[in-house]
């Protein structure tokens, strides 16, 4: 099992830019896929972006081109980087870890409001 801390949302601006970051509590280069996702109030949660032990990335078609998702494996961190922020992108964002036959961990979540 592993713990995981996100940090970094906040309030924002319609166009403004968030980093979110998630600290493991162990080797992430041993998990097999690092993802962030996020739930709306009222909605379902959604996966916004996954990143294997390999690189390869995958994104919703709703961030495409503003969200980045990376991973440094010497400080065991996975961030996402958040650019043209709107406000449809308000929800609490969630980190997780997967790894092929066994349940996935989740963090706590970090609030992100995208409001003027």
């Known amino acids: 099992q592993v713990q995981l801390v996100e940090s970094g949302g906040g309030l924002v601006q319609p166009g403004g830019s968030l980093r979110l970051s998630c600290a493991t509590s162990?080797?992430?280069?041993?998990?097999?896929?690092m993802g962030w996702y996020r739930q709306a109030p009222g909605k379902q949660r959604e996966m916004v972006a996954t990143?294997?032990?390999?690189?390869?990335?995958n994104y919703a078609d709703s961030v495409k081109g503003r969200f980045t998702i990376s991973r440094d494996n010497a400080k065991n961190t996975v961030y996402l980087q958040m650019n043209s922020l709107k406000p449809e992108d308000t929800a609490v964002y969630y980190c997780?870890?997967?790894?092929?036959?066994?349940?996935?961990?989740w963090g706590q979540g970090t609030q992100v409001t995208v409001s003027s």
């Open positions: 162990r080797s992430i280069s041993s998990i097999d896929v």
């Open positions: 990143i294997t032990n390999g690189g390869s990335r």
């Open positions: 997780n870890a997967f790894q092929w036959g066994l349940n996935p961990d």
